[in-house]
């Protein structure tokens, strides 16, 4: 009984190796077929227009409303809305950085917290924070000792990457809008 088993199963592992020897198969497990590995997201300069996602510096999602935002029905009437007072995105040896200021818009009182975040732009259409000032109290007006700064050491400085500047608001004493305004520049500085 044990010999027919084992004739058995010899004949079958001949006529399996006999079927795909005329097939063109290999008996021996070859590793399964995958796709190309993805390219590595990596900075670099984005599309006119660009959207995308906006992660923070651990990678997680942000929700931002931007300089184009659309406004929600209504906010004009919750609050006031201050100027967009972010400057573009820039290099300072050796950092790329990025001011925020308190512009009135249509806020009536003088003084606001402001504070402002850099981004730079990934090829994966991500938005990746990189820096953040500390909040300042400044009064309407800007220059040098009234705003807030955020910057970053730059790794590399051979290649014109996409960042953005967001400032964040908040007038004393009135309601204003939750707009994150920002702006965008080409600038020679890579963050990795």
């Known amino acids: 009984m044990i010999l027919m088993r084992s004739m058995r199963a010899t004949s079958l592992a001949i006529a399996l190796a006999v079927a795909l020897l005329?097939?063109?198969?290999?008996?021996?497990a070859s590793p399964?077929?995958?796709?190309?590995?993805?390219v590595a997201?990596?900075?670099?300069?984005?599309?006119?227009?660009?959207?995308?996602t906006y992660l923070d510096q651990k990678g997680n999602a942000l929700s931002m409303r931007g300089a184009d935002?659309?406004?929600?029905?209504g906010s004009a009437l919750l609050g006031c809305t201050p100027g967009n007072g972010a400057d573009n995105?820039?290099?300072?040896?050796?950092?790329?950085?990025?001011?925020?200021?308190?512009?009135?818009?249509?806020c009536t009182n003088n003084t606001a917290k402001v504070y402002n975040c850099l981004y730079e732009?990934?090829?994966?259409n991500t938005w990746r924070q990189k820096?953040?000032?500390?909040?300042?109290?400044?009064?309407?007006?800007g220059g040098s000792g009234n705003r807030s700064n955020a910057r970053?050491?730059?790794?590399?400085?051979?290649?014109?990457?996409?960042?953005?500047?967001?400032?964040?608001?908040?007038?004393?004493?009135?309601?204003?809008?939750?707009?994150?305004p920002y702006r965008q520049a080409n600038v020679n500085c890579v963050v990795n």
């Open 22 to 28: 005329s097939t063109g198969a290999s008996a021996v």
């Open 32 to 38: 399964p077929a995958s796709d190309p590995s993805p």
């Open 41 to 52: 997201a990596r900075p670099g300069l984005a599309p006119a227009g660009a959207g995308g």
């Open 69 to 73: 935002a659309d406004r929600v029905a």
């Open 89 to 106: 995105p820039h290099y300072t040896a050796p950092d790329v950085s990025g001011h925020g200021t308190y512009v009135k818009g249509t």
């Open 121 to 124: 732009w990934y090829t994966d």
């Open 131 to 141: 820096a953040c000032s500390s909040t300042v109290t400044v009064t309407a007006g």
């Open 152 to 180: 970053h050491a730059c790794d590399s400085t051979s290649q014109t990457i996409s960042w953005r500047n967001h400032e964040d608001v908040d007038v004393i004493g009135e309601i204003d809008t939750g707009d994150n």
